[in-house]
C-alpha cells in the first residue's frame, strides 16, 4: 500500500520554497542586458486619439524606443481575441469590437494602453512616459450598465449598438404556460457587484527575442502557458508558434485574471525584437493592476420563480444584462452565457427554465472570469430568490429547498438548462450542514443576542458548479475557439525515479504534492520519488491550463491514463521476465506477481530492464515513458450546502460572522488537506465579494475603487475559523478517478449564505457588498428587525 498515495494528508511540496522565500517569480528574473518597459495609460474612459507626440520622449536619457499603435499597425500584428463566438438568439454572431494591443484611434477605458516606453531603467521609462504627448479629444463615456443600451455614444464605432449579443436558454414557451397557473410567484431583482482581482503577485512580463537563433521566449504570470503560445502566434502574430517559448514560472495566484492573454505580455514580446533582441521586463504596481486587470462579476439581473400551492417549483425566468467592459476579453463572452445560463437549475429539479443575457460594452476595464466565472452569479441568483420564496410562503428555506431537491434516485439527472447531471446527495450535505450548526437551536441563539442588543441572521446556500469544462465537440458547437482536453507524459529514468509532466499549471492549487500523490498511487513507487513538471511550453506537453477547476479531473486524469500504459508496458516486460503469460501478470503496490505465485518483479526492476534490454520482449520498444490525452465525457459536479450565521450591531451596520459551516460534496479526495485549502481560500473570498468588495467607477468613468484604500478586501478579522466538511462524496462518472473540482466552490457558494443571513437577522435584503453604511440604511427603514424571522 503506498503510504502518501491517494487520500492521505501530506503536506505540499512546493511549500518548501515558497515558505523559505525561495520562489521563482517572473520579477524574480533579470536576464543581460534587460531594458524596462513602462506603458502609457489612458487617463480618460472614451477619448479619440488625433496624435502622439513621442520626440521629446524619444530624445530623453536611456530611452531605447517609444511605440504606439501606429508602430503596431504597421508591423502587422493583429488584435487580441475572444475565443468563445457566441450567438445571439436571432442566430447573428455576437459583435466582436477590435482589441488592439495599444490603442488606435481610440482609447476606450481609463487604464487601456497608449503607448509603451522602453528605456535601460525602469526609472528612466517612467521619466520618458511623462514626455509623451497625446492630443485627446475626449468624448461622452459608457459607464452605467443599466444604461449601456440608450447611451448616447459608442464604445465601438465598427458597431452599431453597445449590445455585443442577446442570448438565450431554455423554453419560453413552457416557462410562460407554467407561470400562468402558477399560485405563487417570487420576483427578485439583484445585483452581481464588480470585483477587482488582487492576487499577491500582479503580472508581470519578460520578452526576449534571440536574433542568432531567430527565436522568442516569454516569462509570463499565466494560468495557461500553452494557450498564451497559441494566441500570441495564430492570432495576434507576434512570433511564429513553433519559435515561441512561454515560461510561466511560479505563480502568485490567479483566480481567472491570468488566464487571459493581455496586451502588455504581447508588447514586450514584439519590442524586445524592435530593440534588437535587448530583452525588455514589465511588472505591474498595484494601481496599474486595478486599472489594467481583467475585473470579474458585474450582472444586473431580474428572476422570478414560479411556484405551486404547495411549494413546489414550476418555473424560473431570469433577465440578465453582463457588462464586458471596453473589449471582448479572451473567455468574457461564454462566462455569463454557457457558465452562467447552464447552471440556472441549480440543485433543483425545476421542470422548465428560460434565462435572456444582454452582454454591453462600457467604457470600463474589460471584464471576463474570475474565480467561480458564472457559476457564482448563478448560484448567487438561485439561492437569494429561493429564500425570499421561502419568506414569502412561510416555508423554512431549509425545507423548501429540500422539497425541491433533484432526488438521489433521479441520476443521472437532465436539467432544463442543457446539462446532465451525473452524480449527486443532495440532502446528505444539506442534513450534515444543519446538524452542524444546529439549525433547530437558532431561535434560543437568536433571543441571547437580541438580550445584548444585538440582530442575528442565519443563511444557507445549497450550490452546485460545473467544472472540468465539458468534451471539444460539445463546446467547440457552441463557439468554443479551442479544444478542452488536457495532456501529460509520464517518465521514468533508470533508476526509477519519475518525471511527471502535465499541460495545466499550477498558482497555488498544489499539483507538485497532488499529482505526485496520484502517480505515486498508480505506480506503486515512493512518492519522494515524483517530480511534477508544469509551466514550460518547452518541457511539457500542449495543455490548455488551469481554469474551472479542471486541473485534476481532467489533467489528473491525463497523467493517470499515462501512467495506465506504462502499467501495461511493464506487464509485457515482467511476463517476459517471469516467463509468464501476460495475462497471468498482476500489478499491486509496485509489484508485477505471477498470479497465485509468490514470483514478482518490482517496478524498479521493470523499469531498469526497459533501459537496458538485454533480456527484453521481441518487438516492444525500449525505454519506460508514456503520454496521454483526456477529452471529458461530460462536467464534473461538485455541489455542496453553506450556513453562516452572523450578527450585526444595529448602531453601527457592522456585521460579524459567528459561525459559517460548509458541507461539499467533491466526489473522491487525493489530499484532504489542500481540498480543505482550496475551500477556505474560496470563502474568503466569497465573503470578500458578500461583505466587502465592489469596485466603482464615477460617471466619468473613473475607477474610484482603485486602491487598497478604497477598496476592501477581507482581512484575517473579516472572516470565521470555517468548519470545511468533505462529506462522503457521491463520485464522478466524468472520470476513472471519480474526482470533482474545489477549487471555486467556497466563491461560488458563499455570497447567498452571507447575504440571506443579513436578509433574515434584519428583514430585508441587502446589494452586495452589505458594508456597514448599506447595512445601517437598511435597519432605518425597517420597522421592527427584531421580529425577522
Not at 259 to 268: K, Q, R, S
Not at 728 to 741: E, F, Q, R, Y
Request: proline share 5%; net charge negative; hydrophobic share 40%.
Amino acid at each position: 500500500m503506498v503510504e502518501k498515495g491517494i487520500g492521505a494528508r501530506v503536506l505540499r511540496k512546493e511549500d518548501q520554497r515558497f515558505i523559505t522565500g525561495r520562489g521563482r517569480y517572473t520579477d524574480d528574473i533579470n536576464q543581460h542586458g534587460q531594458a524596462h518597459a513602462v506603458f502609457l495609460r489612458s487617463p480618460h474612459a472614451h477619448a479619440r486619439i488625433r496624435g502622439i507626440d513621442t520626440s521629446a520622449a524619444e530624445a530623453m536619457p536611456g530611452v531605447l524606443a517609444v511605440l504606439t499603435g501606429e508602430d503596431v499597425k504597421a508591423d502587422g500584428l493583429g488584435n487580441l481575441v475572444c475565443g468563445w463566438l457566441v450567438k445571439s438568439k436571432d442566430g447573428s454572431p455576437m459583435h466582436m469590437g477590435p482589441h488592439p494591443l495599444l490603442a488606435q484611434e481610440k482609447a476606450r477605458y481609463v487604464g487601456d494602453r497608449v503607448a509603451v516606453i522602453v528605456a535601460e531603467t525602469l526609472e528612466q521609462a517612467h521619466d520618458a512616459a511623462e514626455a509623451v504627448v497625446v492630443d485627446y479629444e475626449e468624448l461622452g463615456p459608457v459607464v452605467a450598465l443599466e444604461r449601456a443600451h440608450d447611451a448616447g455614444s459608442l464604445v465601438h464605432d465598427e458597431i452599431a449598438s453597445n449590445l455585443a449579443y442577446d442570448w438565450e436558454l431554455g423554453d419560453k414557451a413552457a416557462v410562460d404556460a407554467a407561470f400562468g397557473r402558477a399560485a405563487h410567484v417570487t420576483r427578485i431583482d439583484l445585483v452581481n457587484n464588480r470585483l477587482v482581482p488582487n492576487a499577491i503577485e500582479p503580472r508581470a512580463a519578460i520578452g526576449h527575442y534571440d536574433p542568432g537563433m531567430d527565436h522568442y521566449t516569454l516569462h509570463v504570470t499565466s494560468q495557461n502557458p500553452h494557450v498564451h503560445r497559441l494566441v500570441m502566434s495564430a492570432f495576434v502574430g507576434v512570433a511564429p508558434e513553433h519559435k515561441l517559448r512561454v515560461v510561466a514560472p511560479d505563480v502568485g495566484g490567479g483566480f481567472g485574471s491570468k488566464i487571459f492573454i493581455y496586451g502588455e505580455e504581447c508588447v514586450v514580446l514584439w519590442a524586445s525584437k524592435k530593440v534588437r533582441g535587448r530583452p525588455v521586463k514589465w511588472t505591474a504596481d498595484r494601481s496599474e493592476a486595478f486599472l489594467s486587470d481583467a475585473h470579474g462579476r458585474d450582472h444586473i439581473s431580474h428572476a422570478e420563480l414560479a411556484l405551486d400551492q404547495d411549494g413546489s417549483f414550476l418555473a424560473m425566468r431570469v433577465n440578465t444584462k453582463a457588462n464586458l467592459g471596453a473589449y471582448m476579453s479572451t473567455f468574457s463572452s461564454c462566462i455569463p452565457t454557457y457558465l452562467y445560463g447552464t447552471l440556472l437549475a441549480g440543485q433543483y429539479k425545476t421542470p422548465a427554465i428560460y434565462c435572456d443575457v444582454q452582454a454591453y460594452y462600457t467604457n470600463t476595464a474589460p471584464v471576463d472570469a474570475y474565480r467561480g466565472a458564472g457559476r457564482p452569479e448563478a448560484s448567487f441568483l438561485i439561492e437569494t430568490l429561493v429564500d425570499q420564496a421561502a419568506g414569502e410562503l412561510g416555508m423554512d428555506p431549509a425545507e423548501l429547498r429540500r422539497k425541491n431537491f433533484v432526488p438521489k434516485t433521479a441520476f443521472p439527472y437532465q436539467t432544463p438548462v442543457a446539462l446532465t447531471y451525473d452524480t449527486g446527495d443532495y440532502e446528505a450535505t444539506l442534513d450534515e450542514a444543519l446538524r452542524l450548526v444546529d439549525w433547530k437551536g437558532f431561535a434560543a441563539r437568536k433571543a441571547e443576542s437580541q438580550r445584548r442588543g444585538r440582530l442575528r441572521g442565519i443563511g444557507l446556500s445549497c450550490y452546485i458548479e460545473a467544472c472540468g469544462l465539458a468534451p471539444s465537440q460539445v463546446v467547440g458547437s457552441l463557439g468554443a475557439g479551442v479544444g478542452l482536453w488536457e495532456s501529460a507524459k509520464v517518465r521514468f529514468s533508470h533508476t526509477g525515479k519519475v518525471q511527471a509532466l502535465t499541460g495545466t499549471h499550477s498558482h497555488g492549487q498544489g499539483h507538485e504534492t497532488t499529482f505526485a500523490q496520484l502517480v505515486s498511487e498508480k505506480l506503486g513507487i515512493p512518492y519522494e520519488d515524483v517530480e511534477v513538471i508544469h509551466g514550460d511550453t518547452e518541457k511539457t506537453p500542449v495543455g490548455m491550463g488551469t481554469y474551472g477547476s479542471r486541473s485534476l479531473a481532467v489533467g489528473g486524469e491525463a497523467l493517470a491514463k499515462a501512467c495506465d500504459k506504462l502499467v501495461e508496458k511493464g506487464k509485457k516486460i515482467a511476463a517476459h521476465l517471469l516467463e509468464a503469460s501476460e495475462a497471468d501478470i498482476e500489478f499491486k503496490d509496485g509489484n508485477f506477481t505471477v498470479a497465485g505465485t509468490d514470483r514478482s518483479k518490482s517496478m524498479g526492476e521493470v523499469v531498469f530492464t526497459a533501459y537496458v534490454p538485454h533480456n527484453y520482449p521481441a518487438g516492444l520498444e525500449p525505454g519506460m515513458e508514456e503520454s496521454a490525452f483526456f477529452d471529458p465525457p461530460n462536467f464534473t459536479y461538485p455541489a455542496g450546502t453553506y450556513v453562516c450565521e452572523l450578527e450585526i450591531d444595529p448602531a453601527t451596520g457592522t456585521t460579524e460572522i459567528l459561525r459559517f459551516v460548509a458541507v461539499d460534496d467533491f466526489g473522491n479526495v487525493i489530499n484532504p488537506m489542500i481540498v480543505e485549502g482550496q475551500v477556505h481560500g474560496g470563502l474568503a473570498q466569497g465573503i470578500g465579494q458578500a461583505l466587502l468588495e465592489g469596485a466603482v467607477y464615477d460617471e466619468s468613468g473613473q475607477l474610484l475603487t482603485g486602491s487598497y484604500m478604497d477598496y476592501t478586501m477581507p482581512r484575517a478579522d473579516d472572516v470565521p475559523s470555517f468548519e470545511v466538511v468533505t462529506a462522503a462524496g457521491t463520485a464522478s462518472h466524468a472520470n476513472s478517478l471519480g474526482v470533482k473540482g474545489c477549487g471555486e466552490a467556497g466563491a461560488i457558494g458563499a455570497p447567498a449564505a452571507v447575504i440571506n443571513a443579513i436578509t433574515n437577522a434584519i428583514g430585508r435584503r441587502v446589494e452586495m457588498p452589505a458594508t456597514p453604511e448599506k447595512v445601517w440604511r437598511a435597519l432605518q427603514n425597517t420597522q421592527t428587525p427584531q421580529a425577522a424571522e
